[in-house]
């Protein structure tokens, strides 16, 4: 069985930065697409970066130039580095691994509240 644990979520001022980390529990970390996704209150969960199985990344175009993702493979972990925040970033975060179809991964973390104030 494979657990998702999201951590480094929080409150920021606009303009700032964070950076989240999903550790992979449970099994060894396979050659598996990765992604975060978030989703805001009253808002649909979208899509923020992935990384797939050889590395490639694609943002979203919301965070295009602001966001990075990345992963350690020694360390069984997945980044997501923000900088440049804006009000509109506040959402849940949530990891996923291993693509099942279109929009959907069959891990999924329990989300990590990120917050960004005026």
């Known amino acids: 069985q494979v657990r998702l644990e999201e951590s480094g979520g929080g409150s920021v001022q606009a303009g700032g930065s964070l950076k989240l980390s999903c550790v992979v529990i449970?099994?060894?970390?396979?050659?598996?697409?990765m992604a975060w996704y978030r989703q805001a209150p009253g808002k649909a969960r979208e899509l923020v970066s992935l990384?797939?199985?050889?590395?490639?990344?694609r943002s979203a175009d919301s965070v295009k130039g602001r966001f990075t993702i990345s992963q350690d493979n020694d360390k069984n972990t997945l980044y997501l580095e923000g900088n440049g925040l804006k009000t509109e970033d506040t959402a849940t975060y949530y990891c996923?691994?291993?693509?099942?179809?279109?929009?959907?991964?069959?891990?999924w973390g329990q989300g990590t509240q990120v917050t960004v104030s005026s």
């Open positions: 996923a691994a291993c693509r099942r179809s279109l929009d959907d991964y069959y891990f």
């Open positions: 449970g099994n060894r970390y396979t050659n598996c697409e």
């Open positions: 990384i797939d199985s050889q590395g490639t990344t």
